[in-house]
Each structure stands twice: as C-alpha cells, then as structure tokens.
C-alpha cells in the first residue's frame, strides 16, 4: 500500500511540468506571430512597374485640314453714272468680256441736249472771243499810228491820242473776258460729254459676268448702294482667284508668304489644287480668333469657281522647336490636360496645353523639359506621390 501511494505523486509533478510547457510553448508561438504581422505592416509596399516614354524636342513640321473659300480676285457691280433707259446690253450671265469692251448702252435725251447746248456755247464764246481779238487788234494798230504821228508837234491833239490808247485798253480787258468766257464754255461741254459718255458702260477689267438684273428698256439709275438686285450687272475675275483661309492663333506664327497650299473642292474630289500664300492679314478676328490669309490660285481654264468652299491642306510650322509626348501620355481631368513625370522614383503631375499632333505625338506646352521622363500610359491607379519602377520605352512615331 505505502509503495502505491509514493508513485501517484510523482506522476502528478511530471503532469504538471508537462502543462506548464505547454503554455509557455503556446505563449511563445503568439509572440512569435505578433511580431511577425508587425513585421509585415513596417515593410515599406514594392514600387509600382510603370512604362515610360522620354521627352522630346523637334521642328513642328505638318499640315492640318483648314476649311477656305475661294473669291474673285477683282469684283465690281456695275451701276450707271447717270440715270437713263437701257438701249442695248451686249452680255448675259456667263459671258466671258475683256477691259474696255462695251457692255451696255443707256438713253438719255437730256443728257445729249446738255451736250449739244454746250457745244453751241462753246460756239458762240469763241466767236465773240474772235472778234474781240479782231477789234483789239485794230483800235491797237490805230492807237500806234496816232502814236507814232504825235511825235511831230501839232499833228494830233492830247485827247485824240488819250482816247484811242483807251480803247485800246478797254479792248485788251474785254478780250481777257472772252477768253475766260470761252474756257468756261469748253469746261462745261467737257463735262457734258463726260455726261454723255456715262451712256455707254465698259468693262474694266477681263472677268466673266456672274450676274445680269436689267433688260433693254429698264430705266435705271445711279444708287448709293451696291446690293446686286440694284446693279446692272456683277463682273468678277475668275481667271485669277483668292483662297481665303481662316487660320486658327495657334498657327499664325510659322506663315510663310510664297509657300505654297493644297487644297480639293467637291466638284473635283480626285484632284489637288495649289495656290501660293499671298497676303497676310496679320490681324487676328476677336470674334472666332483666326486671322484671314490668302493664296493666289491661277486658274486660266476657269475650272474652279468663285464661291467654293475648299478643304485646304495647310502647312503649320513653329519658328523654334517644340516638345512632344505622345498622345497616349496626355491625361485629362475635368479642368486640365497633364503629365505624369518621374521624379526621384515617384511620380508627379505636371499640367500642360496640347498643341498639333503629328502622327502618335502631340505638342505639350508647360513647365516640362527635352529628356523628361513621363508615365506612357497614365490610368487611375496611377497618382502624385506614388513610388514606381520606369521601365522606359522607344517613343513611338
């Protein structure tokens, strides 16, 4: 009995050891854990691997679409000097007509009865002025002869010899008079038949005529105005053609006079047009900020029409270089388009303006530099402050 007693107790102290390994053992494994989840929430996360394209500095050297419309390079609407009955009109709509040709005759029988009435003035003044000239040059001859005769005493009397240089004079005066007279008369038949001449309407330039509003008969007359449903007819120079292009402020800087433009019009959708850059109006329009530019078009076959509307190919060029990303590096939010640049292994927005594009690259305008390095591909994930890892990339053309 006293031997099974003494075993009991032994067993007990060797449970109780056992128990307490066990707790310590248990006690340690969660410290063990507690320091390792703090281990992982210290550990700084991986840099995020990001495409990356350089920035590049090149001559912006395109073209861009531009919408142009084609004008005579003369036009004039023809509207009498005088008021009169329309006799004769010698062309209609389309009618092809050289400088000076005759276009239109009026009638006007006042007008020819001024003239005549001038003429017949003019007539009369110089007839008196004739015999003015007549008469002087013979009280003059007869004043030198009693001149001449008084030398020898008691021939002719003082008065005799007064009155004669008189008359002389009086007739010098009436003769300037006359003279004077005579101008005048041929002044006003000048001008009576400038008046006349105004009956007969010439063309003053080659052109074509693009529109014809009177008839033979029509009584028409001259008007302040120059609305085509006023004038006689509308004479415009289509030979030689003005491409007028409205050209955005952002391109007015690389205009160069003399280059030359393509350009298509509907009418002929397979062929290309040229024109040389003329006239710079070197003023921009505040209403739709374009300044108007025109190019000369010579067109002797008159294939093309005033009135068009052309799409012009027109050449955009910086005067300095400009940089380039390509287009898929451009993000835009709701107020700004922007950059991601790689500074110091994070990124950083850099806000820009876009300018022209060519091919995949566009032109970004702002405080970014030749050999920046910017995010490819921006997404959302992607933000200021973030730590990446560039992977850069041939910049794509």
Known sequence: MIRKFAIRPALAASGLLLATGLLASAVSGCDSDSRASASAVAQPAAPTPIDTVRVV????????NLPGELQPYEEVRIFPRVSGFVQWIGVDRGSKVKKGQLLAVLSAPEIVAKKAAAQSS???????????EAKLAADDATWQRLKAAAVTPGVISEDELDTAEKTAQADRARVVALRNSAEAAAANLHAAEEMAGYLRIYAPFDGVVTRRNVHPGALVGPETGSSTEHSMLR???????RLVVAVPEAYVAGIDPGASVNFTV???PSRVFTG???RVAKSIDVSTRTMPVEADVWNPKLELSSGMFPQVAWPVHRPTPSLFV??????????????LRVRDGRLEQVNVTTGASVGNLTEVFGDV?????????PTDDLH?????????KPLPM
């Open 369 to 377: 530099h030749a050999g920046d390095e910017v995010a490819l591909h």
């Open 122 to 132: 003019l007539f009369s003044a110089q007839n008196q002025r004739i015999a003015g």
């Open 235 to 241: 004479i415009e120079e289509v030979a030689h053609l």
């Open 266 to 268: 509907p009418a002929f």
């Open 326 to 339: 390509p287009q898929s590096s451009v993000a835009r939010n709701a107020d700004q388009a922007y950059l």
């Open 57 to 64: 500095s090149r001559r912006l050297d395109t073209t861009i």
């Open 276 to 278: 040389a850059i003329a």
């Open 384 to 392: 200021a402050g973030i730590q990446v890892q560039p992977q850069e």
